[in-house]
Every structure is written in C-alpha cells, then in structure tokens.
C-alpha cells in the first residue's frame, strides 16, 4: 500500500499545481470507482522450467498485487502494462490479482493457473557392451526437456529403477547370457514421462584367448581314446603363469588320445597373426605336443603343429606356427595331445593361456614382465633407473618370475621417475582403478602414478594420483583411483615416482602386475 499511496500523492499534487482557486474541486477524484474488469494473461514457457509470466489488466488501476497462489506469502507489486514472473512445479493454482484505484479502492479476482510440462523430447539411449565383460552393459541417455531418467534392465521383474542424469553412465552386469528388454524413462519433472526400450542380447562367446578364468564361459574339453581332463586350480602358481585356473590333461593307454575345445567363433588367422601361443606344464622335458586346429562341421578340415616341451616340473610357453593354416579355412576347434605318439603312462600334463600370437608380444595392460618378446621401453629421468630383472623376493602375493625394477640412486632429483610406453591407448572406459603390486624397503613411502598422451605430450592433459606404502621388505597391492579420467585423451604412456618429492639415496623398489582393475 506504500507505493499507492506515493502514486495517490503525487496525483494529488499535480492535481492541485494545475487548478485555479475556483477549480480546487476534488470530487471526481474521491469518487473513483473501485477498479473493474480485473484480469491476468499467464504465458508458461514451453522448456519444463515451470516459469509463468504474468501479466495483470484492469480498468480505473494504478497498480497490482499479484499472490501466486503456490504458498509464496509476499505478494509481487505490478505496475500498470507491467508484468512479474514465478516459476512453479506441475500443477493447478488459484492466483489472486488485486488492482488498486487512485483513492486505494480494490478489486480482487481469482484466476486459475494450470502448469503442465510436456513429456521428455528426442530420448537418445546409448546401450554398449563393456570391453572385457561381454556379460555387463553401459546405459547413458539425452533428451530434451527431462530432468532425470531411470532404467530397468529385464533381468529381475522385481528390479527397482535405477536413477540416473543426463551426462552419466550407469551399468549392470548379468548373471546369465540372453536376451532382455532394457527400459529407460526419462522425466519432465511432473507427470509427462518419455519412455524407450530396446532389447539387447548378452551372448559370451568362447573365442581366443582361453584363460579358463571367467566362469561364465563353457571350457568343456571333448575327450577322446580315454584321455581325461578338466578345469582346476593352478598347481603351481610360479614363474610364467601366477593365475588361478587352468586345464588338466592325462593321456589314455593309446597313441593318440587328447581333448579338444570347440570355439564358439572360427579363429582369425590373418598375415600379423599366424602362430597359437601356450603355456604348458610337464613333468618332463622333450614331451611331443601337438596342437591341431579343425572345422567344426568336418574334422577333415584341419592343420596341426609339433613342438616338444623344453623343461620339467614348471611353467613355460610354446610358440606354435600356424602359418600354414592359411585365411579361408574355418577352424572352430583346438585339438591337444600330449606326449603324441606315445602310449599314455599316467602323466598328467597342464595347459592355459591358448592365444593368437604375432611373433612379440604387446607392450599393454597388464604389464607383468613375464614376456620374452614384449619390447619395453623404459624412458628414465632425473636420476633414476628402470629395468626388468629377476623377482628378488618371490614370496607372499607375489611369486611371478620377473618384475619391474626402481633404483633411485644416490643424488637423483625429487622428482625422479621412470616412463613406460603402451603400444597403444590404454581403455579406460570400463576400468578406471589401476593395481600394481609394489616391494618397498620402507612402509609410508609415497608411491606417485601419472598418466600421459603421447605423440604429441600435451603435459596439460596429464592425471596423476599418489599413494603411500603400508608395510616394508614385502610384496603388496596398492590401488589407484582414476574415476575421473577422460578416455578421450588417449592416454598411452604410465609413469611411476617411487619416494616421491625426496632425493634418491640409492635405493631400489620394485613393481609388478599393473593393470585395470573394477
């Protein structure tokens, strides 16, 4: 009422400054009629943002109070031709205008007020399988006017939705192959809602490499002439093979007994890629091996390779050629024999890690040092050095045969490091944290891991987390978190700080198994 009652003044005033003595008459002033006709245009803008522009009218007004009528106490002083705006969720409202005359006569009306947001617009879903994983899935979405969006994933009717934003990636992973519907709605913020489905189809094909490591996977082996074999735990974790499964064979009393594995796609055989690579444990050296590779559909179709083993009693890895199986022949199947030519004596052998090979193996993730053809580079600077070498203290979590080696010797910098080059972009778009095992000399060393572009370094692009180590003269894991790293920047190379932001004395550490990690 303040600002009428100025307005009412100032009308006065100029009132009285334009009449004469004899036209002092005021009556056509105290008998102003209350105001009439009092309305509002509402405009609601199109984008889901609830925002009303409001914009009173009436006859005999000199000014508006305007009540929203969404439980907002004050209410908004609207000039005559004027407007105020609110915004508000879904929904209806009763907004009450009351218009004022110049003698603070007032009129009221109520007007109702229907906010309603239109449903989500150009709903795009992005449904991906994760590498590495072909059991789990990646779900991100855009649209136009939602505020949210949630999915189901048709495993588990009784699944909750799970939320999520635009800009954010969510997964699942399923228990079993198949096909499923996956659902994702998208939410305007009220009742209007947008939805897409899709159905995706989770298949998990035995393809090479074979690990013997995902369970999911059918690793059956066909016996045949009494040859017995199975999947179990690693008998001998040490040297060249640490990991957890692997594949027993015993021969029977023939010549020729062995298993085979059908492959659930034919290998590709291509000019870079032409041997087949295995390890093998024998309990004697100079065992023949052969692997042969057929068609599923007819065993007529085949080529096989010889090698002998070259130790007994532990791990190693056998190159076999396959040049010769050529390109255009499908070889679904890999077909072993064990001590081949011979009558089986009881022996039981051990194989895993069947692989495609090209002569050198790639410098990637994981790096375990294990590799007799793997060309590492290591770039050394400020002072300190990097090799492969012998595990010095094979005990604990940590038995492999090689590791990586830091000597940060006498005087090096503060910031002394080692740099390792991948031969391609390491893909971090399914794992984003980095293990390594670490022996320290000391507990509460800082261990600092940086990552790089290559080709050209653009240094503002580097991401570096530390850690501390926890215990001393002892082999364990330290995890790195790198959640917020931005796989676009084809990060190539893994730098390593051992003690970080103290001169080197001349110590050494040493390294091992680096690799993603969920």
Known sequence: MKKLKLIFSI???AILAGCSEDENDLSFVNNAPAPQNLSALFTITQDNTGLVTIAPHGEGVVGFDVYYGDGTAEPAAVDVGQKTTHTYAEGQYD??????????????????L???????????????????????????????????FDVTYGEDPGQVAEQFNEGQTVNHT????????????????????AVYTEEVTITNPLTLPVTFE????????????????????????SGVNTSSKVASMTPGGGVFTGGFLTLDEPIDFTENQHDIKIKVWSPAAGVPMIIKVENA???????????????????????????????????????????????GNGDTYYFDDIELFNGSDPVELPLTFESATQDIIWNNFGGANGSKVANPNASGINVSANVG??????GSETWAGIAIPMDEPIDFSAMQQVKIKVWSPAAGI?????????????????????????????????????????????YQQIVLFFNFGVSGTGESYYFDDVQLSN
């Open 405 to 410: 080696q830091y000597v940060k010797n006498a």
């Open 174 to 193: 399923y228990s079993e192959i198949g096909t499923y519907t996956v659902t994702v709605t998208a939410y305007s913020g009220g009742a209007a809602t």
């Open 214 to 237: 995902v369970p999911s996977l059918n690793y059956t082996i066909t016996d045949f002439n009494g040859n017995t074999s199975a999947v179990i735990d690693n008998p001998d974790a």
């Open 95 to 112: 907004v009450k205008i009351v218009g004022y005359s110049v003698t603070g006569a007032s009129t009221e009306v109520i007007l109702p």
């Open 11 to 13: 009308l006065f005033i």
């Open 297 to 343: 559909e007819d065993a007529g179709i085949f080529y096989g390779a010889n090698a002998v083993t070259t130790v007994a009693n532990q791990w190693e890895e056998i190159v076999y050629d396959f040049s010769g199986a050529g390109t255009t022949a499908e070889y679904s199947r890999v077909v072993l024999f064990f001590n081949a030519g011979n009558n």
């Open 446 to 490: 800082p261990v600092l891991m940086k990552f790089e572009n290559m080709n050209p370094h653009d240094t503002a692009l580097d991401i570096e987390k530390q850690t501390n180590t926890t215990v001393a003269n002892q082999w364990e894991e330290l995890t790195f978190d790198f959640s917020d790293i931005n796989n676009a920047n084809n």
């Open 114 to 148: 229907t906010v309603t947001f239109i449903a989500p617009e150009n709903i795009n879903v992005t449904i991906a399988t994760v590498l590495g994983n072909p059991l789990r899935i990646n779900v991100s979405a855009t649209a136009d006017y939602e505020t949210f």
